[in-house]
T-cell receptor
Framework: ETGVTQSPTHLIKTRGQQVTLRCSSQSGHNTVSWYQQALGQGPQFIFQYYREEENGRGNFPPRFSGLQFPNYSSELNVNALELDDSALYLC????????????FGQGTRLTVV | GESVGLHLPTLSVQEGDNSIINCAYSNSASDYFIWYKQESGKGPQFIIDIRSNMDKRQGQRVTVLLNKTVKHLSLQIAATQPGDSAVYFCAETRTGTASKLTFGTGTRLQVTL
């Protein structure tokens, strides 16, 4: 176990709805990043948060947004859900200063119907 | 649970044999490389990492080789066990951006008895 926890584990939403996914980072980790993993593919970087600010973003539209809280936990929000948003959403945390690998949570499986 | 990597390249090895999983990376500026193991329904799990100032690093039953000239990584697993069955991803990044990982397409390792 990495100590990174995500909720919920599974979620079904209707096209056009909004969704919020949550992540608690490993104790002591101050940087959180989010990835989208479509079935059969590797994870794709969405964005990263450090000190409660977005600090790097991948090729995702603005309807993907996030937050980081003072306790380093994070949320991923997706508005106007599309069918192609169906994927496993992964959260990873690390200690920025250590410049080492990121530890992943178990993911949230989002299905958009 | 759902499978990760339904259409990924597959490597089938017998229990007890050695496995070699290969990966080509894309960014010549990348200087930090990580191998992750992902079991069905779970997030990626760190296996081993290597920095660009090394060409080989060994862990417990695993060895990573890095060839910067041809931008190639390999993961060697000694005495492969049934518990090694999973999808394996290599990931690359540049120091200072270590949360922004770029993942390869992945290889499914099947261990037969």
């Amino acid at each position: 176990e990495t100590g990174v926890t995500q909720s919920p584990t599974h979620l079904i939403k209707t096209r056009g709805q909004q969704v919020t996914l949550r992540c608690s980072s490993q104790s002591g980790h101050n940087t959180v990043s989010w990835y989208q993993q479509a079935l059969g593919q590797g994870p794709q970087f969405i964005f990263q948060y450090y000190r409660e600010e977005e600090n790097g973003r991948g090729n995702f539209p603005p309807r993907f947004s996030g937050l980081q809280f003072p306790n380093y936990s994070s949320e991923l929000n997706v508005n106007a859900l599309e069918l192609d948003d169906s994927a496993l959403y992964l959260c990873a945390s690390r200690l920025r200063q250590a410049n080492t690998e990121a530890f992943f949570g178990q993911g949230t499986r989002l299905t958009v119907v | 649970g759902e499978s990760v990597g339904l259409h990924l390249p597959t490597l089938s090895v017998q229990e007890g044999d050695n496995s070699i999983i290969n990966c080509a990376y894309s960014n010549s500026a990348s200087d930090y490389f990580i191998w992750y193991k992902q079991e069905s329904g779970k997030g990626p799990q760190f296996i081993i990492d290597i920095r660009s100032n090394m060409d080989k690093r060994q862990g417990q039953r695993v060895t990573v080789l890095l060839n910067k000239t041809v931008k190639h990584l390999s993961l060697q697993i000694a005495a492969t066990q049934p518990g090694d069955s999973a999808v394996y991803f290599c990931a690359e990044t540049r120091t200072g951006t270590a949360s922004k990982l770029t993942f390869g397409t992945g290889t499914r390792l099947q261990v037969t008895l």
